[in-house]
């Protein structure tokens, strides 16, 4: 049985949305949307501290670099994102030169950009 987080629900399950692979290759502007990162990690070309990774629900934790394999570089779609993209957020680090980034953190509620409820989610849950 997994242990258990402790703190409020709804910002744990944030968190851990937040987490996962595909979501930070879309926040990293990997790509521009998240249908289109999930796509990347499923197509195996994504990183994960060097290993390739093709889980989208892989879930990273703190410390944890996400790149993209170097076959994969030159991708028309990536190119396209990274240079569209301005997005600059507290819990990960990016690397234009190496295309690589750090999840330096998980995320705290107020510093996830969503606009969620959160309650509403767990309370449709909890029945």
């Known amino acids: 049985m997994p242990k258990e987080k402790e703190g409020v629900t709804g910002e744990i399950l944030l968190q851990l949305c937040e987490s996962r692979l ?3 290759v879309y926040r990293m502007g990997i790509s521009s949307s998240r249908r289109g990162a999930r796509q990347l990690v499923s197509h195996r070309h994504i990183t994960v501290n060097g290993e390739l990774v093709n889980i989208p629900s ?3 934790k703190p410390g944890d670099v996400v790149g ?3 076959k994969s570089k030159s991708l028309q779609t990536i190119n396209d994102a990274l240079s569209a993209n301005s ?9 234009s030169e190496k295309m690589e980034g750090t999840f330096v953190a998980v995320p705290e509620r107020m510093q996830i950009p969503e606009n969620i409820k959160e309650q509403l989610i767990v309370e449709l849950y909890s029945k």
């Open 68 to 70: 993209v394999r170097e």
């Open 58 to 60: 892989y879930s990273l």
């Open 22 to 24: 595909d979501n930070v």
């Open 87 to 95: 997005s600059v957020y507290e819990w990960m680090t990016w690397n």
